[in-house]
């Protein structure tokens, strides 16, 4: 079994950043693309962004392109969401995924079979 593990969110400041990070613990993990998703009380799973198998191309919602940044470190088994000029609108628990079903960048969650626990990004104004 997959176990996924997001750490790094917390309470920032308007215009703030934060890092984000999701360990695996898969000994494939570069073999599989990831996505990072978030979802607010009371709203639906949104998709966040998505990288490819090796990080060669990433995918991103509009709502947080050119703010949100998606790298992974194979040798650590770790994704990274960078997130800057955060907003109110961002505030959420935020949810890395691994794709098993080879849809690179798909912005459906059914397509992603593996979902860590989520961590809580909260951005006050």
């Known amino acids: 079994q997959v176990q996924l593990v997001e750490s790094g969110g917390g309470l920032v400041q308007a215009g703030g950043s934060l890092r984000l990070s999701c360990a695996a613990s898969?000994?494939?993990?570069?073999?599989?693309?990831m996505g990072w998703f978030r979802q607010a009380p009371g709203k639906d799973r949104e998709f966040v962004g998505a990288?490819?198998?090796?990080?060669?191309?990433?995918y991103y919602a509009d709502s947080v392109k050119g703010r949100f940044t998606i790298s992974r470190d194979s040798a650590k088994n770790t994704v990274y969401l960078q997130m800057n000029s955060l907003e109110p609108e961002d505030t959420a628990v935020y949810y890395c995924?691994?794709?098993?079903?080879?849809?690179?960048?798909?912005?459906?969650?059914?397509?992603?079979?593996?979902w860590g626990q989520g961590t809580q990004v909260t951005v006050s104004s």
């Open positions: 990288i490819s198998r090796r990080g060669g191309r990433t």
């Open positions: 995924a691994l794709n098993t079903r080879g849809s690179e960048g798909s912005r459906w969650s059914g397509e992603y079979r593996y």
């Open positions: 898969a000994g494939t993990f570069s073999a599989y693309g």
